[in-house]
Structure formats: C-alpha cells, structure tokens
C-alpha cells in the first residue's frame, strides 16, 4: 500500500516519465533549420492551436493572475480580461501579413523592412527577454514543486524537470514540442475544472485555522502592489500592456508555422476562443477561495487549494503549474535558437558560408546554452513580479511598434526603425525612473506609442528632406 503522503511526488515523477517517453517517441530526423523550426508548415489547425495557448499560457501568467486576483481584487480581473483580446489582435494582424509568412521569426520580418540594424537591435532584445521568461517558468516550477516537497529537494527536482526539458528540446525541435504541447495542454485543461469543483464542494467548509502558515512565504509576498488603489487609467495602461505582451518572437514565430496568413489568422481566433474560457477559469479560481477564505496571504492560499484537495490529488496543482511553465520555456528556448542560428547568423555571417546542418548544430548549443543562462538567472532571482515587469519593459516599447507598423503596410528606411526604437528605449527608461513612482502607472504601453509616433515622425521628415 502506498502511503498518501507519496502520492504527489509519484503522480509529478509519472507525468515527467510520460513527457520523457512521449518526447523521444515523437523525436524525428531533420534535416533542415526550416523543418527543425516549422515542420514544413504542415501541422493540423488543432494541433497548432494547441501549441499556440501552450506557449502564451506560462506558469507565471496562472500563478500571478491567481495571487494578484486573490490580493487584488477586482482591479486584476479587468487587467486579465483585456488581456484575454490578445490573441483577436494577433489574428487580425496575421490576415494581414501574407507577405511575411515565409519568414521564420519576428526579427526577420523587421529586417526585411528596415534592415539589418534593426534585426539585430530585435534579435538581441529578443533573446535576453526570452531568457527573462525562461527563469520565470523556472522559479514557478521550483516553488509548485515545493508545495508538497522540502525546498532543497525542490531545487534538484526544479534541476531534473529543466534537464530533461532542455534534452528534449535539443534533440526533437517543433517536432517534440507539438507532441509536449497538445499533452501539457490536455492535461492542464483536464485538472483545472478538477480545481474548481473541488474548491465549490469543499472550501465553504474548510476552517482558515487550519491552514497551516509557511514559514517562508512565496516570493511574490511583500512585492504586490496594493491593486485595488490603482485608478482605471492605471488599470487600463497595465491590461493593454499585458495584452500587447503576446506580441512577442515565441507566439510570432507559432503564426509563422501555418501554411499561410488565412490559416494563421484563423489558428489564431480558435486561440482567442479557448484563451478566453481559461482564462475566466483560472480568474474564478482565486474568486472562490475569496469566498471562503478572505485574509490569506499569497503562502497561504497555495496552502489552503492544497488542503481544498484530497491528498492523493494534491500533485495534480503541481502537475498544472508544471505543464505550463515547461510548456512556455520549451517555445522560448526554441524561439531563442532561431534568434541565434538564424537571425544574427545571418546578419554577422554570410548567408551562403553557413550550411543548414551547422545552423542546425548552433540551434541545438544555443537551446543548452540558453537553458543554462536562465537557470541561474532564476537563482540570482526569485521575484516573478520583478522579472515579469522586467520581461515587460524590456521588449514592449522596442519591438512592438516597428513590427505591427511593418505588418500594416509602413515602409520606412534604417533609421526610421532606428529612430523609433532608441524614442521607446529612452521613453521607458524615464517613465520607470520619474513617472511612475509618482503614478503607479505601467509605461510599456504608452512607451510603444512613442515608439510608433516617432518612426512616422522620422519617416515624415525624411520624405519632406527628399521632396
């Protein structure tokens, strides 16, 4: 008889045996970057859908959105609502970027519009945000497995969850992940109603006293924001930037493998549909616990769903937070080898001295080599809200604009892009140091904006100079 207390770790030991087995069954020769990063463009509109929401859908977004809900209040139910029209955007923009879909990533669409200065300045800031998400899904993982293990244990475990992540990502390409992602997706879609019932049948008659108090709280505790002082522009400016968010190199590079701009827009609204009901799912998640439970801090409510939960069921939380987060790291180390084999190969190398096998062999060291940078960022930091807003400024007020502006049909020449990006990396960085202690209010967004107004600017006054 196997005792109760074993029944989690065996349950998160099977679901990462299955994975491995899964992962290298599917494992097929390639021989091409475009198939190692593709598959030819011949994957099923399901399929796709499913690797769409598996890569937008990370640990940290299901963790954070519960906490800051929980904390929050109101304010981050709006917040995640407008972030839930990311993907109608996207769809949109790829019914209009026929001309691009033979790209293989977003720096190369910019590239092809504005040239190789901006694909690199893309490509860079590409990668290191990628790396910022990776060590997100890292440290979610290290403290979903740390609900029902010791902390030191945790880490080896967390060790062992990211090796065989990075092996099998090595070695298959797009062609394992579909296979990880439609099954990361099953499964997490399968546990989380499990959540929701049992917290509806449960949790009006489990005693807060008896939730048991970590003694060290969840990195998150003591950095929340107090939301519900937060004004509706506030409220506003952090959804949009949220929702602008998913326009970034992993998800890009998803609606890069249909076969064409109608099947991508259209993989795209599928996604929107089905990222709409789960993410009202995981908002009524923290609702309920609120209900029953209204004073916990963010250590207490990951205690109180774990006791809502029979024990033999307790390792289906942390399967849920490990199918997410090894799902979004598994597209962002993908992504970060095109970035490096193909983009900056590409831009520092000539095109025709680099074979596809050597790209092919640079892909595969980049994905250890990106793996191992983000592990030990995770170490050096455990903040999720620190990083996110890191992720965040980072990207958003650099690449967003000159990307969406090239799908939309703007030509303009280097330094036009040139112009628009230095605007949103300078704008962003006075907006974190002046504007928003004062305010309480995420720049990403408005700093986007500045970047599109002064690409049009540049284009204008270069256009009035010719004329």
């Not at 899964?22 to 198939?35: D, F, K, P, Q, Y």
């Not at 504007?435 to 309480?440: A, D, H």
Request: hydrophobic content about 55%.
């Amino acid at each position: 008889m196997i005792p109760l207390h074993l029944i989690p770790l065996l349950s998160v030991a099977l679901f990462l045996v299955i994975v491995l087995v899964g992962a290298i069954i599917s494992t097929r020769n390639v021989t091409t970057l475009r198939e190692y990063i593709t598959w030819d463009r011949q994957l099923p509109t399901p399929t796709l859908v499913m690797t769409v929401l598996a890569t937008a859908f990370g640990g940290g977004s299901l963790m954070r959105h519960v906490e800051q809900i929980y904390t929050g209040g109101n304010a981050w139910v709006y917040i995640v609502l407008i972030s839930s029209l990311s993907f109608s955007v996207i769809s949109f923009l790829a019914s209009r970027a026929e001309l691009f879909m033979h790209n293989l990533s977003m720096p190369e669409s910019i590239g092809r519009v504005y040239g190789k200065q901006a694909r690199i300045i893309a490509a860079f800031v590409g990668i290191v945000s990628l790396v910022i998400g990776i060590a997100i899904q890292i440290n979610v993982m290290s403290i979903a497995i740390g609900m029902v293990l010791p902390a030191i244990n945790a880490k080896l475990i967390v060790l062992f969850t990211f090796g065989i992540l990075v092996f099998y990502t090595t070695i298959g390409g797009v062609h394992i992940a579909t296979f990880t992602h439609t099954f990361y997706m099953l499964t997490f879609v399968i546990i989380l109603p499990i959540f929701l019932y049992a917290i509806v049948q449960k949790h009006y008659n489990l005693s807060v006293d008896n939730v048991q108090v970590l003694g060290a709280q969840v990195s998150l505790q003591g950095s929340i924001a107090p939301n519900e002082n937060l004004s509706m522009f506030a409220i506003i400016m952090l959804g949009l930037s949220s929702m602008v968010s998913y326009i970034q190199p992993a998800i890009i590079q998803r609606m890069y493998m249909a076969s064409d701009h109608i099947h991508a827009a259209r993989v795209f609204f599928y996604a929107s549909l089905f990222g709409i009901v789960m993410k009202i799912m995981i908002v009524s998640l923290p609702l309920l616990v609120k209900e029953g439970a209204s004073n916990l801090s963010t250590s207490e409510l990951w205690r109180y769903i774990m006791e809502v939960l029979p024990t033999p069921y307790q390792g289906g939380i942390v399967i849920a937070f490990l199918t997410l987060s090894m799902s979004t790291a598994e597209a962002h180390l993908n992504t970060c080898a095109v970035l490096v084999s193909h983009d900056l190969v590409q831009c520092f190398i000539d095109r025709k001295g680099v074979d596809f096998e050597r790209q092919l062999k640079l892909a595969k060291m980049t994905v250890v080599a990106v793996g191992t940078c983000a592990m030990v960022l995770s170490f050096c930091c455990s903040n999720l809200l620190t990083l996110l807003m890191f992720f965040l400024d980072l990207y958003i007020p650099i690449i967003v604009a000159p990307f969406v502006l090239a799908i939309l049909g703007f030509r303009g020449a280097s330094h036009t892009a040139l112009a628009g990006m230095i605007t949103g990396f300078v704008t962003i960085i006075v907006w974190k140091l002046w504007i928003e202690p004062l305010t309480g209010i995420n720049g990403s967004f408005i700093c986007m904006v500045c970047n599109g107004l002064a690409m049009a600017v540049a284009h204008y006054l270069t256009k009035k100079t010719l004329s």
